[in-house]
């Protein structure tokens, strides 16, 4: 999905140097997997409770990849040129 169809489709859009990660609260299963995976990156306590810088790029995508319900989504700036 590109950028358009996220946010058309409800996700909200969190911006780091490298990745923009996308979040759609109303898919969500809260499986927990993100949090437990990169904490630094995904906390529920903060707001915003995403700072994609947080941690390693590959990282974050590695961990948006095991997400079970697809609530989390990113674009990998370079490739979206
Ligand atoms: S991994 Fe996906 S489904 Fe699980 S809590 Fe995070 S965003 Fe929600």
Same mark, same amino acid.
Request: proline share 4%.
């Given at each position: 999905?590109?950028k358009?169809?996220?946010?058309?489709?409800g996700y909200?859009k969190?911006? /780091? *140097?490298e990745?923009?990660i996308?979040?759609?609260? +109303?898919? $969500?299963?809260?499986?927990?997997?993100c949090?437990?995976?990169?904490?630094?990156?995904?906390?529920?306590?903060?707001?915003?409770?995403?700072l994609?810088?947080? /941690? *390693?790029?590959?990282?974050?995508?590695?961990?948006? +990849?095991? $997400?079970p319900?697809g609530?989390?989504?990113?674009?990998?700036?370079?490739?979206?040129?």
């Amino acid at each position: 999905m590109n950028k358009e169809d996220l946010l058309s489709k409800g996700y909200r859009k969190y911006s /780091g *140097e490298e990745i923009e990660i996308y979040f759609n609260k +109303d898919i $969500c299963t809260h499986s927990g997997n993100c949090v437990k995976t990169m904490p630094k990156v995904f906390d529920t306590k903060r707001k915003p409770w995403i700072l994609a810088d947080n /941690g *390693e790029a590959d990282s974050a995508m590695k961990t948006i +990849d095991l $997400c079970p319900s697809g609530a989390l989504q990113y674009i990998y700036k370079k490739d979206d040129k």
